[in-house]
């Protein structure tokens, strides 16, 4: 099966591209962009305020539809999925962090990390012991009873990182994941991203503008008034088994 060929890409983008319509206005968001994200790769978009980083994400995390090209999740074509389809895959399949946190203010830490497992509709037992299981892997375990408002804004973002792992997706979208962090805490969580990365062999793709994020990537794909300019592997790539 495609499934278990490491060099296979998770998705596949050719030829995309997206054009915002509004009244008069037409806005070329992306152009032309051709990418594969693969098992194991660290991926950052990389690009000025405007380049497309968002789009690109939401365009590879099923959150958007491209107006041109096409796009395939693990080899299998999507342009006549339906939308129950594409919303199991990105329920099953992608994990999402985003620049704001985005917890859900009235549950804990805890029930934020259990949250995708519930629309999964995997046991309550099970929730429970996943999510103290990642919790306490991302050195959380302490702050699980906690509400968002009684966290830092670093310890949020790792919450989310939680959240957006304890699915067991196969791609974790992050979309500039540090914007609102400070130089440390932005630095903590490249720290704990690499190391699920690294050792727990989660694939991600993040966005950023920080040149001192940017230089974490093992990947840098640079976007430029959408298009991608640049796409190099700057550590070695390893793929997984
Ligand atoms: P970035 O995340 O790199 O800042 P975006 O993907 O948000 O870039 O935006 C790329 C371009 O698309 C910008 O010119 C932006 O104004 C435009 N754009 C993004 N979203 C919309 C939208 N919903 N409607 C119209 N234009 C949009
Ligand atoms: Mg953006």
Redesign the pocket.
């Known amino acids: 099966m495609a499934e278990q060929d490491a060099f296979a890409p998770i998705i596949q983008l050719r030829g995309i591209g ?1 054009v ?3 009244k008069q ?1 037409q ?4 152009t032309d962009i051709d990418l594969g994200i693969r098992h194991g790769d660290f991926a950052v978009i990389a ?12 365009i590879i995390g099923l959150l958007d539809t491209p107006t041109a090209g096409h796009l395939a999740f693990c080899e299998r074509p999507l342009s006549q999925a339906s939308l129950a389809e594409l919303a199991r895959i990105r329920r099953d399949e992608i994990g999402f962090v985003f620049q704001a946190y985005n917890l859900m203010p009235v549950l804990t830490a805890a029930e934020n990390t259990e949250m995708v497992m519930e629309f999964q509709g995997r046991p309550a037992a099970e929730r429970r012991r996943v999510s103290r299981e990642v919790l306490e892997q991302l050195g959380l375990g302490g702050l699980m009873h906690r509400y968002p408002d009684q966290l830092s804004g670093g310890q949020q973002q790792r919450v989310a990182v939680a959240r957006a792992i304890a699915s067991r997706p196969k791609l974790v979208i992050a ?2 994941p540090t914007a609102n962090l400070d130089s440390k805490s932005a630095r903590n969580l490249m720290d704990l991203m690499v190391g699920l990365n690294e050792q727990a062999g989660i694939t991600f793709v993040f ?1 950023s ?1 920080d040149p001192q994020v940017i230089e974490r990537g093992r990947r840098v794909i640079s ?1 430029r008034d ?1 298009r991608i300019v640049a796409d190099q592997q700057t550590v070695a790539f390893d793929a997984l088994a």
């Open positions: 997206k915002f319509r509004r206005q806005v070329s968001a992306l690009g000025p305020s405007g380049s497309g980083k968002t789009t690109l994400l939401n979309d500039e966005s503008h976007l959408g």
